[in-house]
């Protein structure tokens, strides 16, 4: 089994920078990818960013695209999600995602909050 613990949500005002990180634990852990989703108060859940494990290529929403930058420490096993330019449309609980098995994101954490104030 692997458990997914974020961090670092907080409340923060329009147009500074917040960094979240994901660990994952558990058993051996070699993902395909390593992801961000957010859900925000009465919308959908969406994605946000992923990246490849092995070769660290990167996928953005176009809404994060330019703002955003996820990155991955294989040795730590952990994600990270670096948000810059924060708008409060950015409010939203963040979830870490893993795609262990491919095609699908199989694990997910618990998520952690976002507040961007205006």
């Known amino acids: 089994q692997v458990q997914l613990v974020e961090s670092g949500g907080r409340l923060v005002q329009a147009g500074g920078s917040l960094r979240v990180s994901c660990a994952a634990s558990?058993?051996?852990?070699?993902?395909?990818?390593m992801g961000w989703f957010r859900q925000a108060p009465g919308k959908e859940r969406e994605f946000v960013a992923a990246v490849s494990w092995t070769s660290g290529s990167t996928f953005y929403a176009d809404s994060v695209k330019g703002r955003f930058t996820i990155s991955r420490d294989s040795a730590k096993n952990t994600v990270y999600l670096q948000m810059s330019s924060l708008k409060p449309e950015d409010t939203a609980v963040y979830f870490c995602v893993a795609e262990v098995i491919p095609g699908k994101y199989d694990y997910w954490g618990q998520g952690t909050t976002v507040t961007v104030s205006s």
């Open positions: 558990g058993r051996t852990f070699s993902p395909y990818t």
